[in-house]
C-alpha cells in the first residue's frame, strides 16, 4: 500500500513570496490532515478535512494561509505571503474517517525555509 | 484547552538501559492516547495507542505504556534500549469525539552502542 506522499521535500523562499504545498493521501483516507512542526516543538494542527470538507480549521491562520481539498482527495496547502516564523516543516497525514480511534498515517513532509 | 507535556527533551542512553520517557496531559475527559516515533530520515509512524481497557499496552519493537488516569500520564517505557531506537518520540492525546492530535514537543533519544 503507498503511503502518503508530499512534493515538494524542500523549499527555500524570501519572506513575503508565496508557496504551495501537495499532498496525495492514502487510496480511500477520507480524512485529511495538514500540520505544521517548528523546530523543538511537536506538530500542531492547522486543518483538517472530512472528504472535501473542513472540520477543524481554528488553528490556520486565515489571512496568510490557505488549504483546499478538491474532490476529497489530493489537498494542497498555500501561504501567501510567507513570514520568517512559517519556517518549518508541513506534515500531511491521512486516516480512513474523522475517528479519534483511527490511526494517522503521516508523510514525509515538506521543510519549508524562509529567508 | 488540551496541552501534552514531555518531561525530557534529549535523552542519551547506553544499549541495554532501561528507558521511560514522561507525558502528561490535561484534559479533564475521555482521551485517547498515543506515542508516535520518528526514526532518522523517516516519517511519524504509531508506536502504539491507548482508547480503553487494560491500561498497559504494547506496541512495537518492545515499546509498552501505561496510562494512569489519576495522574494524566502515559509514560513510555522499554527494558533494554537498542541502538536502533534512536529517534524522536512524541506523546498525542485527542479528546474522543475528532481525529484531531495534540502533540507534546518531542524527546530525542540517543542511544549509545
Known amino acids: 500500500e503507498a503511503g502518503v506522499a508530499q512534493s515538494p521535500r524542500y523549499k527555500i523562499i524570501e519572506k513575503r513570496q508565496s508557496v504551495a504545498f501537495w499532498c496525495n493521501p492514502i487510496s480511500g483516507h477520507a480524512t485529511l490532515y495538514w500540520y505544521q512542526q517548528i523546530l523543538g516543538q511537536g506538530p500542531k494542527l492547522l486543518i483538517q478535512?472530512?472528504?472535501?470538507?473542513?472540520?477543524?480549521d481554528s488553528q490556520l491562520p486565515k489571512d496568510r494561509f490557505s488549504a483546499e481539498r478538491l474532490k476529497g482527495v489530493d489537498s494542497t496547502l498555500k501561504i501567501q505571503p510567507a513570514k520568517l516564523e512559517d519556517s518549518a516543516v508541513y506534515l500531511c497525514a491521512s486516516s480512513l474517517a474523522d475517528s479519534s480511534t483511527y490511526e494517522q498515517y503521516f508523510g514525509p513532509g515538506t521543510r519549508l525555509t524562509v529567508t | 484547552a488540551q496541552s501534552v507535556s514531555q518531561h525530557n527533551h534529549h535523552v542519551i542512553l547506553s544499549e541495554a538501559a532501561s528507558l521511560e520517557l514522561g507525558c502528561n496531559y490535561s484534559y479533564g475527559g475521555t482521551v485517547n492516547l498515543f506515542w508516535y516515533v520518528q526514526y532518522p530520515g523517516q516519517h511519524l509512524q504509531l508506536l502504539l495507542k491507548y482508547f480503553s481497557g487494560d491500561p498497559l499496552v504494547k506496541g512495537i519493537k518492545g515499546f509498552e505504556a501505561e496510562f494512569i488516569k489519576s495522574k494524566f500520564s502515559f509514560n513510555l517505557r522499554k527494558p533494554s534500549v537498542q541502538w536502533s531506537d534512536t529517534a524522536e518520540y512524541f506523546c498525542?492525546?485527542?479528546?474522543?469525539?475528532?481525529?484531531?492530535?495534540?502533540f507534546g514537543q518531542g524527546t530525542t533519544l540517543q542511544v549509545k552502542p
Open positions: 498525542a492525546v485527542n479528546n474522543g469525539n475528532t481525529g484531531k492530535l495534540i
Open positions: 478535512f472530512q472528504n472535501n470538507g473542513v472540520v477543524d
